[in-house]
């Protein structure tokens, strides 16, 4: 388990024993790299720390743009992406350096996620109106694939399927299910009328799980017409 705190304190933990580590400033994200091997961490100074989970050192130290308030690695474990108020910064993970910072229309909301094949990055919402609109980069070059726009709703979640072939949205009880290829709704699912907390796909790519923030009770639905591409569960939990 890796947390991160107020007070600069990054704390791993492996269930037998505590280490904690300094970070100077306050931490504001904390996650873990794809094979585990690695804890990625960001402060509002901009500084990104990677950690060697296995020997519990600093590996390397990247300075951005602050606050660094998002950040993850690539699942193919290439690069480093930290999110600063609608900027990306795209880092080379094995050298540390730089490799381009990409603007983005920003939202109060907005953040990123990235694609399973580690060459996109998704990020959103970003309000247009009543819209939502999500934008696809690649993240070698830094330019805009495609966006896609989710009319008359404002959501707060979205995840990628493992195929990296869907994006998944979700809000107030809502479900979209949206091809990134082309930007075309799939399907749209109903649950519980609730904000979510969080939004979650199984790795077959067949079910959403989704978290709320308040204290429903449970459910579960599928909708007729989604079944062929989505056979989706949406479960609330207390």
């Keep these: 388990i890796v947390s991160g705190s107020a007070d600069g304190t990054l704390g791993v933990w492996d269930l037998r024993k505590e280490e904690e580590q300094s970070h100077g400033e306050q931490v504001t994200c904390v996650t873990l790299g794809p094979d585990e091997r690695w804890a990625l961490s960001g402060s509002r100074d901009g500084a990104i720390r990677v950690w060697d989970l296995q020997s519990s050192k600093e590996h390397q130290t990247l300075l951005g743009p602050k606050p660094a308030t998002d950040v993850a690695m ?23 350096r730089e490799k381009r910072r990409i603007v983005t229309p920003g939202g109060h909301k907005a953040t990123f996620v990235l ?114 591409v989505f056979a989706a569960s949406v479960v609330s939990h207390k």
């Design 74 to 96: 690539t699942p193919d474990g290439h690069h480093i992406v930290s999110w600063t108020r609608g900027l990306l910064t795209v880092w080379d993970q094995q050298s540390g």
């Design 115 to 228: 694609t399973p094949d580690g060459c996109g990055i998704i990020t959103g919402p970003h309000i247009d109106g009543r819209d939502a609109v999500f934008r696809v980069w690649d993240i070698h070059s830094g330019q805009e694939l495609r966006s896609v726009k989710c009319q008359d709703v404002d959501f707060d979640e979205v995840v990628v399927t493992p195929s990296g072939h869907r994006a998944v949205f979700g809000s107030w009880g809502l479900i979209k299910v949206f091809d990134l290829q082309t930007a075309r709704e799939l399907c749209s699912l109903r649950g519980e009328w609730e904000p979510f907390k969080a939004l979650a796909v199984t790795p077959d790519g067949r079910r959403a799980a989704s978290l709320s923030r308040y204290d429903p009770p449970s459910s579960a639905y599928q909708e007729e017409e989604c079944k062929a």
